[in-house]
Structures are given as structure tokens and as C-alpha cells.
């Protein structure tokens, strides 16, 4: 019996639901792919056609706040913005997505976005460094730097990005104050640096 569209939709919608329940209340790395089919209902062979592995379910949740984050972002600016400014609105309205997810995205961000060598890359971890290294891309553009996602400067800002989710996901301090301040002397430096190169008439490349 061929499944719907729809079906597969709503099955799919089902398991990160339930997912995301799991993870939550018992830990990411304490629960089993099992215990997901079981919550959700299907056989655990059903469930590995739409994601083969709890950390792809874990990042395609990641990938999808992080995408609504971006759209907010874009939706908020008004065109007034400093480079800093900009910076720091995208990186807040991202983890204002995020937070929902906070609970359980420590262990899913350090395996899935590490920047050592890894003997498998997680396919939706490098979509989300990809698809936020493009934001940050066009928006150093429309303040004047060249920049790619492989260069030193992109580099250098996505070992900053990934220092402040470390920090945010087990931020105590009242509102996470902690990372705000992290995230606008993270984006303070980085912005010095490269606005150093810039003036001493080259681009960081």
C-alpha cells in the first residue's frame, strides 16, 4: 500500500515530536532510537527511512530553527544596521529559535558541528554551517568585505559562533547574560580584526 505524501509528512512531523520529548526529559545520549520508535509507534526500520540516526533527527531540528531564526532576522532589519549590529541580531534571533531545543543541544552540537577532524561528517551539521556561514557572508557584503565560508575570516568567525552555542546551552546566569556579553565581545573582536585588515588595504581572505 503506497503511503501519502501527506502521511509521510505527518509521520515524519510525529517522529521529531516525539523526538524532541525524549531528549528533553531523559538526556540526548540516554535515549535510543528504539525508545523514539516505541513513543512514536512505528518499527524502528520504518523510522530509518526518514532519518538514520538520533543525531540527524536532533540537526534537522537545529536546521529548522535555525532557518526560522534567519527569516525573523531578515524581517528586523531596517536597513540602519552597523556590521556589529547586524551580527548580533542574527546570532540572537537564532538562539531565540534554539532555546526550545536548549535543554539537549550540547552533546548534538558537539558531535555534530565539532571542527576537529571527524571520521564522518554529519550531513545536516554541515548544512547548518554552510547556511549560516552564507548569511554572515551576504552580510559582510553589504558592509563592504569579501569574505567565503572556507576563508581565514570565516574561519575565524565560525570558531567564535560555535564558542557562543557552547556557552549559551549551559548559560545559568539570569537571561543569559553570560552569552550576551560573550556575543558582543565575540563580535566586537571579530569585527576589529578584520576591519584591521580592511583598512590596512587588503581583504581577510
Known amino acids: 500500500?503506497?503511503?501519502?505524501?501527506?502521511?509521510?509528512?505527518?509521520?515524519?512531523?510525529?517522529?521529531?515530536?516525539?523526538a524532541a520529548e525524549l531528549f528533553a526529559a531523559r538526556g540526548f545520549d540516554q535515549t535510543t532510537t528504539r525508545d523514539i520508535a516505541l513513543a512514536v509507534g512505528v518499527a524502528a526500520g520504518t523510522m530509518?527511512?526518514?532519518?538514520?540516526?538520533?543525531?540527524?533527527?536532533?540537526?534537522?531540528?537545529?536546521?529548522?530553527?535555525?532557518?526560522q531564526g534567519r527569516e525573523e532576522f531578515l524581517t528586523r532589519l531596517d536597513g540602519g544596521e552597523s556590521l556589529e549590529e547586524e551580527l548580533?541580531?542574527?546570532i540572537g534571533?537564532?538562539?531565540?529559535?534554539?532555546?526550545?531545543?536548549?535543554p539537549f543541544l550540547g552533546p548534538v552540537l558537539e558531535r555534530s558541528l565539532s571542527p576537529f577532524p571527524r571520521k564522518s561528517v554529519c550531513p545536516e551539521g554541515e548544512t547548518?554551517?554552510?547556511e549560516h556561514l552564507e548569511c554572515v557572508?551576504?552580510?559582510?557584503?553589504?558592509h563592504g568585505f569579501v569574505t567565503t565560508p572556507e576563508d581565514v575570516a570565516g574561519t575565524i568567525y565560525w570558531s567564535l559562533y560555535l564558542g557562543i552555542l557552547a556557552?549559551?546551552?549551559?548559560?545559568?546566569?539570569?537571561?543569559?547574560?553570560?552569552?550576551?556579553?560573550?556575543?558582543?565581545?565575540a563580535i566586537r573582536t571579530f569585527v576589529q580584526m578584520i576591519s584591521g585588515a580592511h583598512r590596512g588595504g587588503d581583504h581577510v581572505r
Do not use: H
Request: some cysteine; charged content about 30%; hydrophobic content about 40%.
Open 137 to 142: 557572508r551576504q552580510i559582510m557584503l553589504r
Open 128 to 130: 547548518a554551517r554552510q
Open 1 to 18: 500500500m503506497r503511503i501519502s505524501e501527506q502521511a509521510k509528512q505527518l509521520c515524519r512531523a510525529r517522529i521529531l515530536e516525539k
Open 93 to 102: 534571533t537564532e538562539l531565540r529559535r534554539l532555546r526550545p531545543l536548549r
Open 88 to 90: 548580533f541580531l542574527l
Open 167 to 185: 556557552s549559551w546551552t549551559g548559560d545559568q546566569s539570569d537571561n543569559q547574560e553570560s552569552s550576551r556579553a560573550l556575543i558582543d565581545y
Open 48 to 67: 530509518f527511512n526518514y532519518f538514520p540516526s538520533k543525531e540527524t533527527m536532533a540537526m534537522t531540528m537545529v536546521n529548522e530553527a535555525l532557518a
